[in-house]
């Protein structure tokens, strides 16, 4: 029961939004703004019978790559400069330079420095995800308790197992964190990678249904998009509150299960 009402609690204000569109759209003339029933319509037949399915699974793949090369650099890099202290103060102003450049804009220079295909797609979303990561990571690190670096100096805890068993599980929050700022912005720059010499995925079904004058299947790509960002983000909220089970108990201690003992007669 307390599931379902989260569930309803969650999603009635965008189930109200969608009857509202439906209702107020459904007579509208307008070549611009189509009725919803148009739209879904669009999507429906593009997604069973068209190649909107297909663009997904391009696109998704693309946001995946990217973002999977984004978090082995964003996490490594950032660990390693959060415990250097020095080389950190040298890169930072060149970090903050490269993070402070639209993203969006690289995207026609690098299309055109490595061409038509998979590669550019993924290496944008990548540049695009690593600085929030790389941030975070670099935060996490510097948050560490002292208490717990000057234990593992103590305890002459070898280099490796320091970073493993200490260093990451401390700045793991603020590492998941970053992913999930990173999330966002990657979905964004999938699409306007897409608008640039793509044969296929969801900014290229945008882009080219647009070009031909469908409105309908323009605004199904547009609405798909939010639906997956939608969807992305509350898979990752799923998996954020199983990755942090323990840090969230650990800072709210209600939750945490109190063990029953038995009263002595």
């Known amino acids: 029961m307390t599931v379902m ?9 965008p189930f109200a939004l969608v009857v509202l569109w439906w209702v107020v759209s459904a007579n509208s003339s307008s070549v611009f703004f ?33 973002l999977a090369i984004a978090v082995v650099v964003g996490v490594t890099v950032g660990v ?35 061409g038509v295909g998979v590669a550019p797609k993924i290496a944008t979303i990548a540049f695009a995800c690593v600085w929030p990561i790389m941030l975070n990571s670099i935060d996490g690190v510097r ?9 593992s100096q103590a305890y002459r805890i070898p280099p490796l197992l320091h970073f493993g068993r200490v260093i ?13 700022v990173a999330l ?14 793509a044969e296929e995925g969801i900014g290229h079904y945008i882009l080219s249904s647009s070009s031909v004058f469908q409105l309908p299947q323009t605004w199904a790509g ?6 997956l960002g939608y969807v992305l983000s509350e898979l990752f909220a799923v998996l954020e509150r199983r ?7 650990s800072t709210n201690p209600s939750q945490a299960r109190v063990p029953t003992t038995k009263r002595r007669k």
């Open 5 to 13: 009402l989260r569930i309803i609690e969650r999603l009635w204000l």
């Open 34 to 66: 189509p009725p919803l029933s148009k739209i879904m319509e669009a999507m429906v037949v593009d997604l069973t019978e068209g190649t909107l399915l297909h663009d997904l699974g391009v696109s998704v793949t693309n946001l995946f790559g990217g």
């Open 80 to 114: 390693l400069l959060g415990e250097l202290p020095r080389v950190r103060e040298t890169v930072d102003p060149l970090i903050h330079f490269f993070r402070a450049v639209p993203q969006t804009a690289l995207v026609p220079l690098v299309i055109g420095a490595m």
């Open 143 to 151: 948050a560490v308790e002292p208490a717990v670096r000057s234990m």
């Open 168 to 180: 990451l599980p401390s700045s793991l929050p603020q590492i998941v964190a970053g992913v999930r």
């Open 184 to 197: 966002p912005i990657g979905v964004v720059v999938m699409v306007v990678s897409e608008l640039f010499a």
């Open 222 to 227: 547009a609405l798909l998009v939010g639906v």
């Open 243 to 249: 990755l942090l089970r323990w840090h969230h108990r």
